[in-house]
């Protein structure tokens, strides 16, 4: 883990963030859909 890797444009960085909050997103729907199924 690089953490002096920096993004080289603000497209990748935007590309970054939007993949993180997608990542979040689906954690997210897998926490519901435990939840539902444990119901």
């Known amino acids: 883990l690089q ?3 920096v993004p080289l444009s603000i497209s ?3 590309g ?3 993949y ?3 990542y979040l997103d689906s ?3 897998i926490s519901v ?3 539902l ?3």
Do not use: D, G, N, P
């Open 3 to 5: 953490i002096a890797l």
């Open 12 to 14: 990748q960085c935007f």
């Open 16 to 18: 970054y963030f939007s």
């Open 20 to 22: 993180f909050a997608y």
């Open 27 to 29: 954690l997210s729907a």
């Open 33 to 35: 859909i435990f939840t």
């Open 37 to 39: 199924v444990k119901r």
